[in-house]
Protein backbone atom coordinates (compact mmCIF):
# COMPACT_ATOMS: atom_id res chain seq x y z
CA UNK A 1 0.00 0.00 0.00
CA UNK A 2 1.48 3.26 -0.86
CA UNK A 3 0.83 5.45 2.02
CA UNK A 4 2.03 9.07 0.06
CA UNK A 5 1.03 10.83 -2.47
CA UNK A 6 3.49 9.19 -5.35
CA UNK A 7 6.13 11.77 -6.64
CA UNK A 8 8.71 11.44 -9.22
CA UNK A 9 11.05 10.12 -7.62
CA UNK A 10 8.90 6.87 -6.83
CA UNK A 11 7.67 6.69 -10.18
CA UNK A 12 11.89 6.51 -11.46
CA UNK A 13 12.62 3.98 -8.50
CA UNK A 14 9.72 2.22 -9.54
CA UNK A 15 11.02 1.59 -13.18
CA UNK A 16 14.50 1.37 -11.91
CA UNK A 17 15.43 0.90 -8.23
CA UNK A 18 19.24 0.48 -8.54
CA UNK A 19 18.81 4.15 -10.03
CA UNK A 20 21.17 6.93 -8.29
CA UNK A 21 19.51 10.22 -9.01
CA UNK A 22 19.38 14.02 -7.61
CA UNK A 23 16.44 15.94 -7.82
CA UNK A 24 15.79 19.41 -6.82
CA UNK A 25 13.79 21.91 -8.12
CA UNK A 26 12.28 19.34 -10.74
CA UNK A 27 15.56 18.95 -12.21
CA UNK A 28 16.34 15.20 -12.00
CA UNK A 29 20.37 14.86 -12.10
CA UNK A 30 21.44 11.28 -13.49
CA UNK A 31 24.46 9.94 -12.15
CA UNK A 32 25.65 6.74 -13.28
CA UNK A 33 22.22 5.84 -14.19
CA UNK A 34 20.77 5.46 -17.37
CA UNK A 35 18.31 8.10 -18.45
CA UNK A 36 14.21 7.18 -17.99
CA UNK A 37 12.17 9.38 -20.39
CA UNK A 38 10.16 12.19 -19.48
CA UNK A 39 6.76 10.20 -20.78
CA UNK A 40 8.22 6.52 -19.28
CA UNK A 41 8.30 8.52 -15.99
CA UNK A 42 5.18 10.39 -16.61
CA UNK A 43 3.26 6.68 -17.41
CA UNK A 44 4.70 5.30 -14.23
CA UNK A 45 3.85 8.30 -11.86
CA UNK A 46 0.58 8.19 -13.32
CA UNK A 47 -0.36 4.38 -12.95
CA UNK A 48 1.11 4.79 -9.12
CA UNK A 49 -1.00 7.57 -8.61
CA UNK A 50 -4.24 5.47 -10.11
CA UNK A 51 -2.92 2.99 -7.21
CA UNK A 52 -2.98 5.53 -4.55
CA UNK A 53 -6.57 6.67 -5.52
CA UNK A 54 -7.77 3.45 -5.61
CA UNK A 55 -6.74 2.78 -2.43
CA UNK A 56 -8.22 5.43 0.03
CA UNK A 57 -10.32 3.05 1.53
CA UNK A 58 -6.96 1.77 3.15
CA UNK A 59 -5.70 5.18 4.15
CA UNK A 60 -9.55 5.52 5.81
CA UNK A 61 -9.81 2.38 7.80
CA UNK A 62 -6.25 3.28 9.45
CA UNK A 63 -7.67 6.33 10.63
CA UNK A 64 -10.45 5.34 12.09
CA UNK A 65 -9.22 1.68 13.26
CA UNK A 66 -8.79 1.58 17.16
CA UNK A 67 -5.30 1.27 17.95
CA UNK A 68 -3.88 -2.59 18.43
CA UNK A 69 -3.57 -1.87 22.27
CA UNK A 70 -7.47 -1.08 22.21
CA UNK A 71 -8.19 -3.81 19.96
CA UNK A 72 -7.10 -6.26 22.59
CA UNK A 73 -8.61 -4.58 25.51
CA UNK A 74 -11.91 -4.82 23.67
CA UNK A 75 -11.49 -8.55 22.52
CA UNK A 76 -10.79 -9.36 26.52
CA UNK A 77 -13.50 -7.33 27.98
CA UNK A 78 -16.18 -8.24 25.08
CA UNK A 79 -14.87 -11.24 23.11
CA UNK A 80 -14.34 -11.55 19.38
CA UNK A 81 -17.65 -10.88 18.27
CA UNK A 82 -17.98 -7.42 20.08
CA UNK A 83 -14.46 -7.02 18.22
CA UNK A 84 -15.53 -8.14 15.11
CA UNK A 85 -18.57 -5.51 14.96
CA UNK A 86 -16.21 -2.93 16.38
CA UNK A 87 -14.13 -3.26 12.87
CA UNK A 88 -16.72 -4.57 10.72
CA UNK A 89 -18.47 -0.92 11.15
CA UNK A 90 -14.99 0.61 9.63
CA UNK A 91 -14.92 -1.68 7.00
CA UNK A 92 -18.51 -0.79 5.95
CA UNK A 93 -17.89 2.51 6.52
CA UNK A 94 -15.11 2.67 3.91
CA UNK A 95 -15.98 -0.13 1.54
CA UNK A 96 -13.31 -1.75 -0.59
CA UNK A 97 -13.26 0.20 -4.30
Do not use: C, F
Amino acid sequence: MIKWRPATYDAIMAINPSAVINIQGGVIEWQDTPVISDADIQAKLSELQAEYDANQYQRDRAEEYPTWQDQLDDIYHNGLDAWKATIKATKDKYPKS
